[in-house]
């Protein structure tokens, strides 16, 4: 791993109990193994221990990630404690039906000078929502994944993430928009689960009535 290498740590605590477990089931099914004389894989006994994982990140550069207080349970959890990082944030989400707020909300983002993205899912919904942009007169760009950012308008990106979010130190606000373009198809039913009487809309729209025979 190069020098400059940077590792990131989600929940030190759940590392640590998840590498306890795979330990213990480690010991328990070499045990078995040599029971039924049989040899033990090569992956089993490679296998580090939490300790040893602990001390491969001796002077490496490493930052802990926490969603709440974990305490002081080792030497370990200690260390995450003290170089942790706690960034304040709220989730942001829009739908069809909240459009006007969307495009309210992206231009107080950029009258406050915030970093703002939209992840428009396909590059043809980037495309669809470069053009809305346009008709409520929002500054915006149409980005690659690997273009840089620009602050005072709204950047457009393809991918998605399952919900979008304002980071407050960061001054990020990114929305991810892909379900606004998503259209659900709909299940064809049986026509045995119809009932007398009732209405049915057919693919030329036209309503029919459908009777039991």
Not at 184 to 189: A, E, I, N, P, V
């Amino acid at each position: 791993m190069p020098e400059d290498t940077i590792i990131f740590l989600d929940e030190i605590e759940k590392i640590k109990s998840r590498a306890e477990n795979l330990s213990r089931d480690n010991e328990h099914l070499s045990k078995d193994l040599i029971e039924k004389n049989k040899i033990i894989p090569e992956v089993l006994t490679n296998m580090d221990d939490y300790l040893m994982f602990c001390d491969k990140l001796n002077g490496r550069q490493t930052v802990y990630l926490e969603k709440q207080d974990i305490g002081f349970v080792d030497k370990q959890s200690m260390h995450a404690k003290r170089n942790g990082y706690s960034f304040s944030y709220r989730e942001v989400n829009f739908f069809r039906s909240s459009m006007d707020l969307l495009f309210k909300e992206l231009q107080e983002a950029i009258k406050n000078s915030k970093w703002t993205v939209i992840l428009a899912g396909s590059p043809e919904n980037v495309k669809k929502i470069s053009t809305l942009l346009d008709e409520h007169e929002i500054s915006n760009n149409c980005l690659k994944i690997d273009d840089e950012l620009a602050l005072g308008s709204v950047n457009i990106l393809p991918g998605a993430l399952s919900s979008g979010f304002e980071c407050y130190d960061l001054k990020l606000l990114l929305i991810s928009v892909e379900e606004i373009f998503e259209t659900k198809k709909k299940r064809l039913r049986n026509p045995a689960s119809f009932k007398e009487g009732e209405t049915i809309v057919f693919a030329d729209l036209r309503l029919r009535r459908f009777y039991c025979t």
